[in-house]
C-alpha cells in the first residue's frame, strides 16, 4: 500500500473508519454550501458566465484531494486566481465571449501543465522567488482591486474594461447617479445579511442564507426586467452608427475566423502530402498572419465600441400597431411620446440584435447537466501569449494554496510536501481544462471551513465535489433568479479579510528593503491594473535585486580582544587592535557581486596597518564560494604575499575547502595556512610574531605575553 501511494496519495486515505467517513461527510456538504455560491462569483470575476464556476468547483477539487498531500486543502475558484485570469486574457478577447471562454479553459490547462512540470522535478523551491513582502503587497492591491470591481454590479450600471482600470473605476462612479435603486438594495441586503450571521451567528452559511433569501425576493418582485431590440430601433445617429460599426465589424471577425480555419486546414493537408507544396505552404502561412494581425485590430475595435455603448442610457417608446419600439438617450424622448418607463443599457450586440437591460441583473440560465469532457482548444501561438500570465498564476495559486496548507498541517500534525502539493495542484488543472474548468488553486475560507467542520482526510473534498456533481444535474433552475449585486457582495466579503495594511507595515519595521519591496508590489500592482501579472513580477524582480544588493555588501568586520578572551568587532565594542596581526571576520558568501567589495575591505585594512605582517581571515560565515571568489582570493594572497603578508584563513566551512581543493586555490595557501579555528591560527600567527620580535605586543592574544 505504502508503495502504491507515492503514485496514488489517496490510497493513505484507507481503511476508513465509521467516524472518518461521518465527520468527512458533513465536512464535505458544509464547504459544498460556501462554494456554490462562491464559484459562481468568482467566474463572473473572472469575466466568465457563472455556471463555469461550478464546472471550475467539480473536477479539480476532487482531483487535488486525491493527488495531493494536505488532507484539508479545499482546491477550486479564488479571488485572486480569477482576477488573473481576467487580466492575463483581456488583451486576446471580449470578456464573456466564446474565444474569452475557450482561452480561460486553455490557461486552466496551461497553468497545470507548469505547476505539474515543477512538482515532477521537485522544483517547489521556485515559488520562493516571490518573497513574502512581494505577496503581501500583492495580495492587498489585488484585494482592493478585486472589490472596486464589483462596483458597477453593486450600482447597477455599465463598467468598460480598457487598458487602465482606475479609468475604469472613474468611469462607475460617473454614473452613480444612474443608480438602479432595487439592484443597490438587493447588494446591501447580502451584505447585512452576511455580516450579521458571521458576527451573531458564526457557525450558520451565512453566504447560503444570503443567496437563498436575495434569490427568492428577487423572484417574487420580478427583479430582473431584459428585452431585446435591433441596432435600427436607435434614433439617436452617432450611437446608431456607433452600433452599426459593431455589428459590421463582428460580421467581419466572423469571416476573418472562417477564412483563417479553412486555410490553416488546407496548409495542413499540404504538409502531409509529398514535396512539392513548399511555395504554396510558405504563401498560405502569409495570408493566415496577415489574416490574423487584421482580426486582431477587429477585435480591438470592438472592444473599444463595445465599452463606448454601455455607457449609453436609453428609454423605450414600446412599438404600436403603425410603428417598430425606438429607442432614445435619456432626456431626449419627443413631446407626446411616452417611454415604458425603464431606463434600458445595452448589455450585448449580435448579429445586428440588441440585448438590453432594464433592471436588476441575475444569473440567468444555467445549462442543465455535466460539463463537456474534451480536450481544449490547443493553439501553439495562444499558449505562447498566455505563458506568462500562467507562470504568474502558477507560482501565486500555489503559494496561495501551500501556505494554507502548511498553516493547517501546523494544527493538524500532518506532514505537507510542497511538491507532491504541487502535483495535485498541476494534475487538478489538467484535469479541469478537459471539464470546462479555468484556473483554480486552494482557498483559505472554504479550507477553514474544512478544517473546522472536522475533515480527517480528502474524502471530505470528494463529497463536497459530489454536491456540486448534484447540483449540476437538478438544481440549476433554481438559480436562475440570483441577482448578480448578491454576487458581487460575497466576492467583497471575501476579499475584506484579504486587506491587511499591518503586514506591509510590519515588513517595513522588519527590513526597510522587504518594506520597500511590499510598498512598490502593492503601488505597482494598482497601476499596472488589469495587468496584475506585470505588478507582481515587478515586485518579485526588484526582491531579487534587493537582495543581491544586500549581499553585495556583507557585514565585515575588523577583530580585537574582547574581556573575555573572544574575537568581536573592534569598532562596535571599542576595542583595540594589534600592529602585527589584522583579523578580519566576513560575514557572507563569497561571489561574482561581492568579490570587489571583499578585496577593497582588506586591502584597506592592511593600508591601515603598515607594521602588520599577518592577516587572519576569519571565514566561519563564508557559506559559498564561487569561482569568482576563488580567484579574487588567489589574485588578494599573491598580491599581499610580494609584500612580505603571511595571509591565514580559519574556520572555513567544509563547501569552501571543497571548491578550494577542486581548484588547486588550497596546495597554493598551504596547509600551513588554513586552521580549523580562530585560536589555532592565533597561536601559530603569535609563534612566528614573537620568533620575529621577542619584544612584540600583540593585543589580539589570550597569551599572558600578550597585550
Not at 46 to 67: I, R
Not at 398 to 412: L, N
Not at 570 to 599: C, H, M, Q, W
Request: proline fraction near 4%; glycine fraction near 8%; include cysteine.
Amino acid at each position: 500500500m505504502n508503495a502504491f501511494a507515492r503514485f496514488l496519495p489517496f490510497l493513505r486515505w484507507f481503511p476508513l473508519s465509521g467516524g472518518s467517513i461521518k465527520v468527512d461527510l458533513v465536512a464535505g456538504i458544509t464547504v459544498a454550501l460556501v462554494l456554490i455560491p462562491q464559484s459562481m462569483a468568482y467566474a463572473q470575476l473572472a469575466g466568465l458566465p457563472a455556471y463555469y464556476g461550478l464546472y471550475a468547483a467539480f473536477l479539480p477539487g476532487m482531483v487535488a484531494a486525491m493527488w495531493g498531500s494536505s488532507s484539508q486543502l479545499a482546491t477550486g475558484p479564488v479571488a485572486v486566481v480569477s482576477l488573473l485570469t481576467a487580466s492575463g486574457l483581456a488583451p486576446f478577447a471580449a470578456t464573456g465571449s466564446e474565444q474569452f471562454i475557450a482561452l480561460a479553459i486553455l490557461m486552466a490547462f496551461v497553468v497545470g501543465f507548469i505547476q505539474l512540470a515543477l512538482g515532477v522535478f521537485k522544483l517547489g523551491v521556485v515559488v520562493n522567488f516571490l518573497s513574502h513582502p512581494v505577496i503581501v503587497g500583492f495580495t492587498n492591491a489585488a484585494a482592493i482591486i478585486i472589490g472596486l470591481s464589483q462596483l458597477n454590479k453593486l450600482f447597477g450600471v455599465s463598467m468598460g474594461r480598457s487598458e487602465h482600470f482606475i479609468q475604469d473605476i472613474w468611469g462607475v462612479l460617473q454614473q452613480v447617479g444612474e443608480t438602479h435603486i432595487p439592484t443597490l438594495l438587493m447588494g446591501v441586503a447580502a451584505f447585512a445579511i452576511m455580516w450579521g450571521l458571521k458576527r451573531y451567528a458564526p457557525k450558520l452559511p451565512g453566504v447560503l442564507i444570503a443567496v437563498v433569501l436575495t434569490t427568492l425576493v428577487s423572484w417574487a418582485i420580478n427583479f430582473e426586467h431584459n428585452s431585446t431590440g435591433r441596432v435600427e430601433a436607435i434614433v439617436d445617429p452617432e450611437v446608431k452608427l456607433l452600433a452599426s460599426e459593431f455589428s459590421q465589424t463582428e460580421a467581419r471577425i466572423d469571416g476573418f475566423n472562417k477564412t483563417i480555419s479553412a486555410k490553416s486546414q488546407e496548409m495542413t493537408k499540404l504538409e502531409k502530402e509529398a514535396d512539392g507544396n513548399g511555395q504554396r505552404i510558405a504563401a498560405l502561412k502569409y495570408e493566415i498572419e496577415l489574416l490574423k494581425l487584421e482580426l486582431k485590430d477587429a477585435e480591438a475595435e470592438n472592444r473599444k465600441r463595445a465599452r463606448s455603448l454601455r455607457k449609453f442610457i436609453f428609454e423605450m417608446v414600446p412599438a404600436s400597431a403603425d410603428r417598430p419600439a425606438k429607442l432614445y438617450l435619456t432626456g431626449h424622448v419627443p413631446q407626446g411620446e411616452k417611454s415604458d418607463g425603464y431606463r434600458w443599457r445595452i448589455k450585448k450586440i449580435s448579429h445586428g440584435q440588441i440585448a438590453l437591460v432594464g433592471g436588476g441583473e441575475v444569473v440567468g440560465a444555467i445549462p442543465e447537466g455535466l460539463p463537456r469532457l474534451e480536450l481544449p482548444s490547443l493553439s501553439w501561438d495562444m499558449i505562447v501569449n498566455l505563458v506568462s500570465t500562467a507562470l504568474v498564476i502558477s507560482l501565486v495559486g500555489f503559494m496561495e494554496a501551500i501556505s494554507i496548507a502548511k498553516a493547517m498541517s501546523a494544527k493538524t500534525k500532518e506532514r505537507v510536501d510542497p511538491n507532491q502539493e504541487l502535483i495535485g495542484q498541476g494534475i487538478a488543472n489538467i484535469v479541469g481544462s478537459f471539464s470546462q474548468a479555468y484556473p483554480t488553486s486552494g482557498s483559505f475560507s472554504r479550507s477553514a471551513v474544512n478544517l473546522d467542520a472536522g475533515a480527517r482526510t480528502g474524502m471530505s473534498s470528494v463529497v463536497t465535489g459530489l454536491v456540486v456533481l448534484l447540483t449540476l444535474l437538478f438544481l440549476t433552475p433554481l438559480l436562475y433568479h440570483l441577482p448578480q449585486a448578491v454576487l458581487a457582495a460575497v466576492i467583497m466579503m471575501a476579499v475584506i479579510g484579504l486587506i491587511n495594511f499591518k503586514a506591509i507595515k510590519h515588513a517595513w519595521q522588519t527590513h526597510k528593503h522587504d518594506g520597500i519591496a511590499a510598498i512598490v508590489t502593492f503601488v505597482a500592482t494598482l497601476a499596472f491594473a488589469p495587468h496584475l501579472d506585470n505588478g507582481i513580477m515587478l515586485g518579485a524582480g526588484l526582491a531579487i535585486i534587493l537582495y543581491l544588493y544586500r549581499t553585495m555588501r556583507p557585514r565585515v568586520a575588523i577583530l580585537g580582544s574582547y574581556h573575555d578572551g573572544t574575537l568581536r568587532d573592534a569598532k562596535v565594542n571599542n576595542l583595540p587592535t594589534s600592529d602585527y596581526i589584522i583579523a578580519i571576520r566576513y560575514d557572507g558568501s563569497l561571489y561574482f557581486a561581492n568579490v570587489p567589495y571583499f578585496e577593497d575591505v582588506v586591502l584597506e585594512a592592511v593600508a591601515n596597518a603598515p607594521k602588520a605582517r599577518h592577516l587572519l581571515i576569519v571565514g566561519d560565515g563564508i557559506n559559498q564560494l564561487d569561482a569568482s571568489g576563488e580567484e579574487a582570493i588567489h589574485q588578494m594572497v599573491e598580491r599581499l604575499r610580494a609584500s612580505g603578508i603571511r595571509v591565514c584563513f580559519s574556520g572555513l566551512k567544509r563547501q569552501v575547502l571543497d571548491v578550494l581543493r577542486h581548484s588547486g586555490l588550497f596546495d597554493y595557501l598551504g596547509q600551513q595556512n588554513i586552521f580549523a579555528n580562530e585560536d589555532l591560527a592565533l597561536d601559530a600567527i603569535y609563534a612566528e610574531v614573537l620568533a620575529a620580535d621577542p619584544n612584540a605586543q600583540c593585543r589580539l592574544m589570550r597569551h599572558p605575553n600578550g597585550g
